[in-house]
């Protein structure tokens, strides 16, 4: 069995929190699906 | 941070290390916070990465996954379970207490479900959040500008109703012009066009998850989709509409009650991560509206 890291769990939960940070800075502080949309209504 | 909210973190490992250890499978748990929770496309990068920090680059033969959710994007719910799917060849769900909507369409590209004791499922018809350029200044009455696509049929349903009342009793009427016009000037031609193409695109997600996976197996399975998707997309009477155990079984979705100490188990362990969210150390809110999940999987040690 995976042994018990304290600090594992912690760190998973930050790691998603950066990575949606850093996606949100990417994006102009949209989400994706606001940018899919954005981006259809452009297609001609 | 204080001992005592380190332990909560503590708790939520050994428990969900212990539920590994009796399944003898890899848990991976997604948990979606009810208020302001919802299954997003963002979620599959999150999720693959905790899948590569236990497996790697490898394939495993079975996974367990724990969810919690009252669903979100039948986009992102659809890619997550495929997603999984390529990296796991038996996939079992475990449903504490509810995995409504997107969280029912996941279950639907899994081998078995099992929930636990009064779980439930919920119909996948579409809900869309109408748009709002100051959706975040919203705080209050934020569900007053959701709409859900059954809603439009059933009030469809009522218009012919009043047409054919008027004409049993021998008048002649055009009733129906009014009210139709009413409901696309509430509702919008545009949305009315999108929940219908959201709808579809639901319902081609739901087919290709029971055929390759659920009911792979099942022959004759082409008529049992057909049943399921009837019911689930288009006629269950509402979005919460509670699907338990025995209208799953009917539906002939592949399902099973948990046996009682892993239904507890599992509940334990929605109620720990419950606790986790409100003293502040998992699922963080993003924006105002927004709270992320909690994602972790668990892995049982390689011999």
Request: aromatic fraction near 8%.
């Amino acid at each position: 069995m995976e042994e018990i890291n304290k600090r594992l769990t912690e760190k998973i939960q930050d790691n998603i929190y950066k990575n949606r940070l850093e996606k949100i800075k990417l994006r102009g502080g949209k989400s994706r699906e606001e940018l899919i949309k954005k981006a259809n209504t452009k297609i001609i | 941070m204080p001992e005592i909210e380190e332990d909560i973190l503590e708790r939520i490992d050994a428990l969900a290390l212990n539920i590994t250890e009796n399944r003898q499978k890899g848990l991976l748990v997604l948990y979606y916070p009810e208020e302001d929770g919802e299954v997003v496309i963002d979620d599959i990068s999150d999720i693959d990465d905790e899948l590569r920090r236990c497996f790697g680059a490898s394939k495993v033969d079975e996974i367990d996954i724990l969810i919690h959710t009252n669903g979100g994007s039948p986009d992102a719910a659809y890619r997550i379970v495929q997603h999984i799917r390529s990296i796991a060849n038996n996939v079992y769900i475990l449903v504490p207490f509810h995995a409504y909507s997107a969280g029912t369409l996941i279950c639907f590209g899994t081998d078995k479900i099992l929930l636990g004791t009064f779980a439930a499922l919920s119909p996948i018809d579409i809900k869309l959040k109408t748009e709002n350029d100051n959706s975040d200044e919203i705080e209050e009455n934020d569900n007053d500008d959701e709409i859900e696509l059954i809603a439009i049929d059933k009030y469809i349903e009522f218009v012919k109703y009043c047409k054919k009342i008027i004409e049993d009793a021998g008048m002649k009427t055009n009733l129906e012009d009014a009210l139709l016009v009413e409901m696309v000037k509430q509702i919008g031609a545009i949305n009315i066009g999108s929940f219908f193409r959201e709808r579809e695109l639901t319902k081609y997600y739901a087919e290709i998850l029971l055929s390759d996976y659920m009911l792979k197996d099942i022959p004759d399975k082409e008529k049992i989709i057909d049943y399921i998707i009837e019911m689930m997309v288009f006629k269950f009477p509402s979005h919460e509409f509670e699907i338990d155990y025995n209208i799953a079984k009917r539906l002939k979705l592949v399902v099973e009650n948990m046996p009682i100490d892993l239904s507890d188990k599992t509940k334990s362990l929605i109620k720990l991560l419950e606790e986790a969210m409100e003293n502040g150390l998992i699922c963080r809110y993003m924006g105002n509206r927004y709270r992320l999940p909690f994602f972790r999987l668990y892995n049982i040690r390689e011999e």
